[in-house]
């Protein structure tokens, strides 16, 4: 084994790590297991923690989290000083969650940091939400979001409720990179700086979310709106039947199999709604007892997931740029026929987010704002509109929405009973969700989007896709799929591109490695490396006119291939 690493493994063996991790160290037979698990540390990344569970540097442990949390202690007490800082600490249902959050509370509270920690596992958005209403400086969730069972995380929050942003995302890395031993962490002491939250703080957040109804008394006319709902064995579970109970849905149908909290998640490969096979038990039940509607939320109940009946009467599950267009569009619509719409009313989505929002705002006279990729930089622009702006919703393609400003993250809670009062709505004039799709196409164009994630294995695979990305910086494309490109947009470098004039713009977003590519025929291609793993993705955006309903499976078609000609054009299969 590597020098450096059999190093790492003896300070874990000699060191002041408890008996059980060192009897774990010794069982592990393979070396390449071994290695996996000491060849580097965890790396605390904007976002916080996260990985595989286990012993060692590289895992999600014990140490690990505890390292990361003194670290973030000592940077808000650099940055508070002597006043009272306050946290508040939530966790999923993933295997070690609960550990992980009593971990991250003892060694806060042994730094003399007030603690509110959750009793029990609960949603993200409401760890979110209460940040802002207890007034705390920071947050932890313990969660790996949609990630398989053998992960774990650490997401780290700011007093705003959103996730880190500069400059104190990069300031906590340096004071957690700081901790080299868990020597130098507090691990006990301080425990009357802990308390825990429960119901009370269930019931605030749930009043909150039902003030996001728009049309309640539409809800009263569809109360038996037949509704379908599976946590995918997450946190959704402790609050979804709640909210939509309190909504005054009565006709609301648990899928069973996967209401219970389960970290092994026993009946799915990924609990990911965005996955078709972890929502296919809800959509055999929905088929069953022919529902309006079925939804699903990932473990920590950021993302949601919806299934609808088609034109056809066919169950299809939507997309997450589809279920952003309805979202935004009824929040818009909906607000300005019930006369609540304010004239500084804004809507943000990301920079790969369906640029068909762009053109509902802008037919409703609604600003619409693009963002970097993540809900932290929707909760950034909320801050910095604050008072000059009033913000509506915001979401991403990823399966992201997140309603009104008392949250900061993306809120599947929230979400679910929005786009329930929204089946509701279009039910009492006689349609579905996806007849109100085709409607939006019709007035709007008829936008579709795709997705390829490209993987380059090997310790190759980070150089060659940093030189794919400066071969298209370098040398764009001329034409992709015979059409011109007019546009490059390098948010890297922060400026964009006329091709054809030459003229060139700033860009006023930080800094990130995406480049966009817009053509001619207003197609629209953007490049996006992962920034820990050797993996590119690349989002397409097509749009044609739609005349009728008559034509919305030959234009469809038309638009799939068209997207199929862009990846085979530009060489990605």
Not at 98 to 103: I, L, N, S, V
Request: charged fraction near 25%; proline fraction near 3%; charge should be negative.
């Amino acid at each position: 084994m590597d020098a450096a690493i059999q190093e790492k493994v003896n300070v874990w063996l000699n060191g002041n790590y408890d008996q059980d991790t060192k009897d774990q160290i010794k069982a592990i037979e393979n070396s390449d297991e071994l290695a996996d698990s000491f060849y580097r540390n965890l790396e605390f990344g904007t976002g916080g923690l996260r990985g595989i569970m286990g012993v060692g540097t590289n895992r999600m442990n014990r140490y690990t989290v505890g390292m990361a949390t003194q670290g973030f202690a000592n940077y808000l007490k650099k940055t508070y000083g002597e006043s009272e800082i306050k946290v508040a600490i939530a966790h999923d249902c993933r295997n070690n969650s609960r550990f992980f959050a009593e971990t991250t509370a003892h060694v806060f509270a042994a730094n003399g940091i007030k603690v509110y920690l959750f009793e029990a596992l609960r949603p993200t958005p409401e760890l979110s939400f209460t940040i802002r209403h207890l007034g705390c400086h920071a947050g932890v969730v313990c969660t790996a979001s949609h990630n398989p069972k053998e992960y774990n995380g650490y997401k780290a929050y700011w007093n705003d409720g959103g996730q880190l942003v500069p400059p104190h995302d990069k300031n906590v890395i340096q004071e957690v990179d700081a901790i080299t031993s868990v020597d130098k962490v507090i691990w006990t002491g301080g425990d009357e700086n802990i308390s825990i939250l429960g119901k009370g703080m269930d019931d605030t957040y749930i009043d909150m979310v039902k003030d996001l109804s728009v049309y309640p008394e539409v809800i009263e006319k569809q109360k038996d709106l037949k509704i379908v709902y599976t946590s995918i064995h997450g946190t959704g579970i402790t609050l979804v039947p709640q909210v939509l109970e309190r909504f005054g849905f009565t006709n609301v149908h648990i899928v069973e199999e996967q209401a219970t909290p389960d970290g092994n998640f026993p009946t799915v490969v990924y609990p990911n709604p965005e996955e078709s096979e972890a929502m296919s038990i809800g959509l055999n039940q929905a088929k069953k007892i022919d529902a309006d509607i079925l939804l699903g939320t990932d473990p920590d109940s950021d993302r949601v997931g919806i299934g609808v009946k088609d034109h056809k009467g066919n169950w299809v599950l939507m997309n997450g740029n589809q279920t952003a267009v309805l979202a935004f569009n009824y929040m818009i619509e909906a607000r300005k026929a019930k006369g609540i719409n304010q004239p500084n009313d804004m809507v943000v989505k990301t920079i790969v987010t369906t640029e068909m929002i762009d053109a509902i705002a802008k037919a409703y006279e609604v600003n619409c704002y693009n963002v970097l990729t993540g809900f932290k930089w929707i909760a950034e622009l909320i801050k910095e509109k604050e008072g000059e702006e009033n913000y509506v919703i915001g979401g991403e393609e990823s399966y992201g929405l997140m309603a009104g400003d008392k949250v900061r993250d993306k809120d599947a809670i929230s979400a679910v009973a929005l786009l329930c009062e929204m089946a509701a709505y279009e039910k009492d004039k006689g349609r579905s969700l996806f007849e109100k799709m085709i409607d939006l196409y019709i007035q709007f164009g008829f936008y579709k989007e795709g997705l390829i994630s490209i993987t380059k294995k090997g310790m190759r695979g980070q150089e060659e896709i940093a030189e794919m990305m400066q071969q298209y910086r370098l040398q764009p494309p001329a034409t992709i799929n015979g059409s011109q490109v007019v546009q490059l947009l390098d948010y890297q470098l922060q400026n964009g591109t006329n091709l054809i004039t030459k003229e060139s713009w700033d860009i006023n977003l930080p800094k990130s490695n995406v480049l966009q590519f817009i053509l001619a025929d207003g197609s629209k291609i953007s490049a996006r490396p992962s920034g820990t793993e050797p993996k590119i993705k690349f989002y397409f955006s097509v749009h044609e006119p739609l005349g009728s309903l008559e034509e919305f499976e030959t234009v469809e078609a038309s638009l799939d291939q068209k997207i199929q000609s862009i990846i085979t054009d530009m060489k990605l299969k």
